[in-house]
């Protein structure tokens, strides 16, 4: 059964350095999503993507954050200069259409 | 404002006991409401949702809408149903979902 991956597992960054954290979605999904998971807090929603551009967005994906899909099978998150408060869960969706979001095994960014 | 609550943060019964996990939520208009589970070490994946009405695992929810609840329930935990439970929702197709904070089930042998 095809399953969203994430890359890396676990990254850990200075104070002040861009990010990218990089997911492939599942080849014939057309939506995809990232959240982030800060500890002990609940999966909070950052940003859609459709049809090469951003749906939605949340408060917290502010200038710091992008998105893109440089090719046929990644999306990536990037952040520009990270802060401590970064540090969390990031879990990539994707669907296909519907409302079944089908998650990655997340990338656990720490700020240093 | 949209929002999803699990007063439970932890639920710990004994193996063949019954199970109910609460959740509330408010939400303006008519969403659509998932049961997400994370088992240790593995990644979010959807359990059942709303509109399909369908057992799984032996887990059902039932969506009241008078009392804005989709509590989950079975009627004999196993222990290999010990993991994160997530109530979640969402306004309609492909849309973002909104996450409750989450409820750790931890059956006793």
């Known amino acids: 059964e095809p399953e969203v991956t994430q890359t890396p597992s676990h990254q850990v960054t200075q104070m002040g350095q861009e990010v990218i954290l990089r997911c492939v979605p599942i080849s014939n999904h057309l939506y995809f999503y990232w959240y982030r998971q800060i500890l002990g807090q609940k999966v909070e929603f950052l940003v859609s993507?459709?049809?090469?551009?951003?749906?939605?967005k949340s408060e917290i994906f502010d200038d710091q954050f992008s998105v893109e899909r440089p090719d046929g099978s990644n999306f990536t998150l990037k952040i520009r200069s990270t802060k401590l408060e970064d540090s969390a869960m990031y879990f990539c969706a994707s669907t296909l259409v519907g409302n079944t979001q089908y998650f990655g095994p997340g990338t656990r960014l720490t700020v240093l | 404002a949209q929002r999803v609550t699990q007063p439970e943060k932890l639920l710990s019964v004994f193996k063949g006991a019954p199970v109910e996990l609460k959740c509330n939520y408010s939400y303006s208009g008519s969403p659509e409401l998932f049961w997400y589970v994370q088992y240790s070490r593995q990644r979010l994946q959807l359990l059942l949702r709303?509109?399909s009405r369908e057992s799984i695992k032996g887990f059902t929810a039932d969506l009241n809408k008078g009392e804005t609840s989709f509590h989950l329930k079975k009627p004999f935990a196993q222990e290999e149903d010990s993991a994160m439970y997530y109530c979640?929702?969402?306004?309609?197709?492909?849309?973002?979902?909104?996450f409750g904070s989450g409820t750790r089930l931890s059956i006793r042998p």
């Open positions: 993507f459709y049809n090469n551009e951003i749906s939605e």
């Open positions: 979640a929702l969402s306004k309609g197709s492909a849309s973002k979902i909104i």
């Open positions: 709303h509109i």
